[in-house]
């Protein structure tokens, strides 16, 4: 029962933080009312879409885990 529970929070908080990103990040609105996050949005959104370039650190993790190789 306490697993249930926990996964339903752990999915609802995943729901809401992608509602969010595209509600704040890609469409703009809610930009007056949170001023410091939309820009962290909708970077945030950019990388989900594949148009930003990965940060140096992630790709040196790659490379550490031999995913990628160039």
Same mark, same amino acid.
């Given at each position: 029962?306490? &697993?249930? %529970?926990? #996964? +339903?929070?752990?999915?609802?908080?995943?729901?809401? &933080?992608? %509602?969010? %990103?595209?509600?704040?990040?890609?469409?703009?609105?809610?930009? #007056? $009312?949170?001023? $410091?996050? &939309?820009?962290?949005?909708?970077? *945030? *959104?950019?990388?989900?879409?594949?148009? &930003?370039?990965? /940060? /140096? #650190?992630?790709? $040196?993790?790659? $490379?550490?885990?031999?995913?990628?190789? +160039?």
């Amino acid at each position: 029962m306490t &697993a249930i %529970v926990v #996964a +339903s929070l752990l999915l609802l908080t995943l729901i809401i &933080a992608i %509602v969010g %990103v595209v509600v704040v990040g890609l469409e703009g609105r809610g930009v #007056a $009312r949170l001023p $410091r996050l &939309a820009p962290r949005l909708r970077r *945030a *959104a950019r990388h989900l879409n594949g148009e &930003a370039t990965p /940060p /140096p #650190a992630f790709l $040196r993790l790659l $490379r550490r885990l031999h995913v990628i190789t +160039s």
